[in-house]
């Protein structure tokens, strides 16, 4: 399964309100998709799995959504420390795949 | 605490081959699926490979497969990934990451910091 995530960049300022998406060549079993956060020289954490199901300690300004073929990452309200990359997964496999990502810049 | 320590990589000819390692501790190593996912200079994430908890199924990117060998020592709590073949491509760091349940579900809670493979003549 081909992921794909749009955009490639998303220029906002603190406090506003991110969207990130996440399309699949064909339909995630189970709605088995994973998103994770990798700031500059860090290694990725997990947010979301299930498509929708928080990860251990996230804040609930993260929030996913979808089904099937489209899935979505919202941030309710950026934080400073949210501006990174951002990477789905889908966990249907094998093989298991992740989309190409979306940088969360700071306009 | 989860801790997973990468080690083994460095700087190989095209053509040549390298052992990586994963130390783990702080979980019980037996019971969880292991990954290696990957990361090339300045690009995405790359799933390349995966074990199960007994290491009596492995998984392979088609990208690795036959060039990549995955394997597991449970009673050591480490993690190996032998790399033959290695191509210009193959550059990259190389995290070890483990499977956040022991159920289906093969997505990843926590990451190793890496260890960087460079082929390169």
């Known amino acids: 399964i081909v992921l794909t995530q749009s955009p490639g960049t998303l220029s906002l300022s603190p406090g506003e309100r991110a969207t990130l998406s996440c399309r699949a060549s064909q339909s995630v079993r189970s709605n088995y998709l994973a998103w994770y956060q990798q700031r500059p020289g860090q290694t990725p954490r997990l947010l979301i799995y299930?498509?929708?199901s928080r990860a251990t300690g996230i804040p609930d300004r993260f929030s996913g959504s979808g089904s099937g073929t489209d899935f979505a990452l919202t941030i309710s309200r950026l934080e400073p420390e949210d501006f990174a990359v951002y990477y789905c997964?889908?966990?249907?496999?094998?093989?298991?795949?992740f989309g190409q990502g979306t940088k969360v810049e700071i306009k | 605490e989860v801790q997973l320590l990468e080690s083994g990589g460095g700087l190989v000819e095209p053509g040549g081959s390298l052992r990586l390692s994963c130390a783990a501790s702080g979980f019980s190593f037996d019971i969880y699926d292991m990954n290696w996912v990957r990361q090339a200079p300045g690009k995405g994430l790359e799933w390349v490979s995966a074990i199960d908890y007994s290491g009596g199924n492995t998984y392979y990117a088609d990208s690795v497969r036959g060039r990549f060998t995955i394997s597991r020592d449970n009673p050591r709590n480490t993690l190996f990934l032998q790399m033959d073949s290695l191509r210009a491509e193959d550059t990259a760091i190389y995290y070890c990451?483990?499977?956040?349940?022991?159920?289906?579900?093969?997505?990843?809670?926590?990451w190793g910091r890496g260890t960087l493979v460079t082929v390169s003549s």
């Open positions: 990451a483990k499977k956040a349940v022991t159920v289906i579900g093969n997505y990843f809670d926590s």
């Open positions: 997964q889908q966990y249907g496999g094998p093989p298991w795949t």
């Open positions: 299930a498509a929708s």
